[in-house]
């Protein structure tokens, strides 16, 4: 089959023009954060130079100049923040208040048809689930690991088995788990829970297709990736403790649930609550995981895909956009805490 370069050239028109609006969109961040500050920098030092060999007194910094030079730096980050969050936010708050051709307003029909919807509230109490055990869990498995494993002989080995998980994409770690929960009728099992199962005596039986139980086996998966993370974060806490304050408590005789509970805990305090907010942030906008697993059907189906569902797939724009605003209305609560948190210990 020989290659149509006619047929192609509009294709490869759209991917010059992409080029070359690439090449100007970095060009002109490096123009702004470099060439720009930079020659501030040198008019700066010559008048610094000039004056200092005249014996003029040295020149005043202007504070109106400082403001537009942070102003150089502060603005690509600002740019970004309106076209990509505070644009679409606003777009999608009003189409929450539209119908489904984002035609006519209807109020709240939307957000009551939420809470008024059957299928709709198993979503949030599902979503709820997922925010209450996956944080909780994968903070405690990475937390039991790296103290089991702190300063053992093989740590750097043991810690890269448990953070290998991260590495995988979670349509990749999806996949991978469909695997392990896979069933085949009566005969012999592909997959490994199934042949455990079988192995033990028991039936074998469709995993991802039992509700509530399915939910928790996503659960697993989320928890499997997470806990490389949280494993991480708390390991390196617990090194930053200080010596003197572990050396101080062993002098005392404290036992190792003692240390754990009296030196440990209260010095990994910030840590903690870091991973826990990351992984409630996280969870709550997770979408591979079901979308691969189970595709959102029997009963396993969060705000996220939910929301993916009624905007593209039964094109309900405005229940679509109202679950999407929903989702950041849970988001905020966790985001200002973390702020205040963040406040708290640079205060202390």
Same mark, same amino acid.
């Given at each position: ?26 060009? &002109?961040?490096?123009?702004? /954060? ?20 005249? &014996? ?10 400082? &403001? ?59 979503? /709820? ?149 990351? /992984? ?37 724009? &405005? ?30």
């Amino acid at each position: 089959m020989e290659f149509d370069f006619a047929a192609e050239q509009p294709k490869f028109l759209m991917l010059m023009y992409g080029l070359i609006a690439f090449v100007a969109v970095v060009g &002109g961040l490096l123009l702004l /954060l470099d060439v720009v500050p930079a020659w501030f920098a040198r008019r700066r030092e010559a008048q610094l130079v000039a004056a200092s060999a005249s &014996g003029a007194p040295l020149p005043r910094r202007r504070k109106q100049r400082e &403001g537009v030079f942070a102003f150089f730096f502060l603005l690509p980050t600002l740019l970004l923040l309106v076209i990509g969050l505070v644009v679409p936010a606003i777009r999608t708050t009003l189409l929450s208040f539209m119908d489904a051709g984002s035609n006519n307003w209807v109020g709240l029909r939307n957000y009551g048809w939420m809470f008024a919807e059957d299928s709709i509230v198993r979503v949030l109490i599902n979503t /709820l689930i997922w925010v209450l055990l996956v944080p909780l869990v994968a903070t405690a498995f990475g937390l039991i690991y790296a103290v089991l494993v702190d300063k053992a002989r093989f740590e750097a080995v043991a810690k890269s088995l448990i953070f290998l998980p991260m590495a995988i994409s979670f349509v990749g770690a999806s996949i991978i788990w469909k695997f392990v929960y896979a069933y085949r009728g009566d005969g012999d099992q592909i997959g490994l829970l199934n042949q455990i199962v079988v192995s033990l005596g028991g039936e074998p039986k469709q995993w991802l297709l039992d509700s509530p139980l399915n939910t928790f086996l996503l659960i697993v998966i989320m928890v499997w990736i997470q806990a490389g993370f949280a494993m991480v974060v708390l390991s390196a806490a617990i090194k930053a403790i200080p010596a003197d304050i572990v050396e101080a408590a062993r002098l005392d005789g404290v036992s190792p649930w003692q240390m754990f509970w009296q030196i440990t805990m209260p010095s990994i305090r910030p840590a903690l609550i870091v991973v826990l907010v990351t /992984l409630s942030i996280a969870t709550l906008k997770v979408f591979d995981i079901v979308r691969t697993a189970t595709n959102g059907n029997y009963d396993t189906n969060v705000i996220a895909t939910e929301m993916y569902n009624q905007a593209f797939r039964y094109q309900e724009n &405005g229940q679509g956009s109202a679950l999407a605003v929903f989702l950041f209305v849970l988001v905020i609560p966790i985001v200002i805490y973390q702020i205040r948190n963040l406040r708290q210990q640079r205060e202390g």
